[in-house]
């Protein structure tokens, strides 16, 4: 169905205009979650989603029915598909990167690092080189609806780069207070790494109320040169996709803000829940997937992002 909004897509700045399809409607596919994250597009065209605090992966296919994908999750919170497609994802719960085989079992990745176990994984993404770069904050210790407790073993909350080759793992940036979101920028010479510390700022953990977005220059898998890129608000910068011109799309409590590679404000396309994350994704790329407090949204768009770029030409559907 149509959701219909009373507010109008804000433009900001002109070069949001070519980035839209004109005449595009937010459609609401499901509502019925706890609070929706880390939507993600199989292969094949499903969507699958978190609904963190139901302990719930949840699956939407068009002409389908939503269904449970898997129940328990383990509290898993943002995904991502790997070279061969399978699904990446954060596990609160298990407090580690795993991986979803495709005879359909799940493997633990990355449970620990320097001895002592992870906080719990936030979001991921995977760069060309098949290497997985995912956040860890303590979310699914200090939340119970999120996850299964715990005491944080780690001196921090780091952003960690893992090699699923050799089984190395390390921390590339630790001077963060709340690392979430992330995503690379369409080259992969810029890693963006939203820090949601103001989501906690009464807790012991946060030092500062951020709610913004830094950018790091990636050198030889080093991350160095942080500054802030967007301060995101209202709400948060929780999840973020960046399309193929490097425009970084990002949740907020309003709806969809859209940044130019510069950091300039484009605009906002309004959508009536708090939204988790997003992705890019559609036969051909360039539909908008939204996941939002108890809803999954889609809106199509005139680009495509970054990873769907490697799965899609103008020419063709998805490749297997």
């Known amino acids: 169905m149509t959701q219909g909004t009373e507010r109008q897509t804000e433009v900001s700045d002109e070069r949001l205009r070519p980035l ?18 880390g ?12 609904d963190i605090p139901g302990n719930r992966l949840l699956v939407w296919q068009e ?14 919170n943002g995904h991502a598909l790997d070279h061969e497609g399978r699904i990446v994802g954060c596990s609160h719960g298990e407090r580690g ?18 001895g002592r176990r992870l906080n719990s994984p936030n979001d991921v993404v ?16 200090i939340q119970p609806h999120e996850g299964y407790g715990g005491t944080q073993e780690q001196p921090g909350q780091y952003v960690y780069r893992h090699d699923p080759v050799s089984g190395e793992t390390r921390a590339v940036v630790l001077d963060m207070v709340c690392p979430n979101g992330l995503a690379f920028s369409p080259d992969e010479s810029v890693l963006y790494v939203g820090d949601t510390a103001g989501t906690h700022s009464g807790e012991r953990y946060w030092q500062e109320a951020h709610h913004h977005i830094l950018a790091f220059d990636l050198h030889g898998g080093e991350a160095r040169n942080a500054r802030v890129f967007a301060e995101v608000s209202p709400g948060f910068p929780d999840g973020f996709r960046v399309d193929e011109h490097g425009n970084v799309w990002t949740s907020s409590a309003s709806g969809v803000q859209v940044y130019a ?23 051909d790329g360039r539909t908008l997937y939204i996941a939002a407090s108890r809803s999954l949204y889609r809106i199509r768009v005139a680009v495509r992002g ?15």
């Open 63 to 76: 002409g389908e029915p939503v269904r449970e994908y898997l129940n328990p999750s383990h509290f898993q």
């Open 20 to 37: 839209l399809q004109d005449g595009a409607a937010l459609e609401c596919l499901y509502t019925g979650a706890t609070w929706g994250e």
């Open 306 to 320: 970054t990873t769907t770029a490697r799965h899609h030409t103008p020419q063709e559907g998805p490749r297997p």
């Open 39 to 50: 939507p993600v597009q199989l292969p094949d065209g499903r969507v699958v989603w978190s």
């Open 97 to 114: 990167i795993v991986r979803q085989e495709h005879d359909g079992t799940w493997t633990m990745l990355v449970g620990e690092y320097g």
């Open 126 to 141: 995977v760069a060309r080189d098949g290497s997985i770069w995912f956040t860890d904050p303590p979310y699914g210790l």
């Open 261 to 283: 590679p510069d950091g300039t404000r484009l605009g906002e396309i309004p959508v009536p829940e708090v939204i988790g994350n997003l992705t890019f994704g559609g036969p």
